[in-house]
């Protein structure tokens, strides 16, 4: 993502309630989409970051968790499920279900680059799902698979190093909210 620390805080709303585990995910990029979007915190606008090879596209929307700073220096990124494909800059809110750690390694340097998953509260298809416990482990296995060609396009390992429920996934949140107030 482009510039992500430097967004406003009062760009966007609360992103995350502690007591229900609710968040607010901007899309950056819609399910089905070859395009990859990215915010760009200077401008206020979404550009162009890449484009996904024929026949590749985001299984479902994609995003991030403004107000946030992850491992890599971007907002957390959201893997976000529901029923439709939204559209880049649509404000989704969301129940934190789990949280995919992993590590990407690009040219030696290892960084965290965790993916939050969550289940969009509009949501009737997915409507039931508290936890990745509730989901597919088929699904669960293609969403790993996703994450790990889609680095792997852009000279990048991506290294699962464990799947967890909400609570974990709040843990990262909390901490990822803590490291962007330190901005």
Do not use: W
Not at 39 to 61: A, H, I, K
Not at 125 to 149: C, P, Q, W
């Amino acid at each position: 993502m482009t510039n992500g620390p430097k967004r406003s805080p009062s760009a966007f709303p609360d992103t995350y309630d502690p007591a229900t585990g609710d968040l607010n995910v901007v899309v950056e990029t819609p399910q089905g989409s070859r395009n990859k979007y990215t915010y760009d915190g200077e401008l206020g606008m979404f550009r162009l970051g890449s484009l996904l090879p024929l026949g590749t596209v985001f299984p479902f929307d994609f995003g991030f968790l403004p107000g946030t700073l992850g491992g890599d220096g971007d907002p957390v990124d959201v893997l976000l499920l529901m029923d439709e494909a939204a559209f880049p800059g649509c404000l989704v809110p969301a129940r934190l279900v789990g949280v995919i750690e992993a590590e990407q390694v690009e040219q030696g340097r290892t960084e965290r680059n965790d993916r939050l998953i969550a289940v969009a509260s509009a949501s009737r298809t997915h409507g039931s799902v508290r936890s990745l416990d509730d989901l597919n482990a088929s699904l669960l296995k293609e969403i790993e698979s996703f994450f790990m060609y889609y680095n792997g396009l852009k000279g990048k390992e991506f290294r699962i190093l464990g799947m967890y429920g909400p609570e974990r996934a709040q843990l990262t949140v909390e901490e990822a909210i803590e490291q962007y107030s330190t901005v």
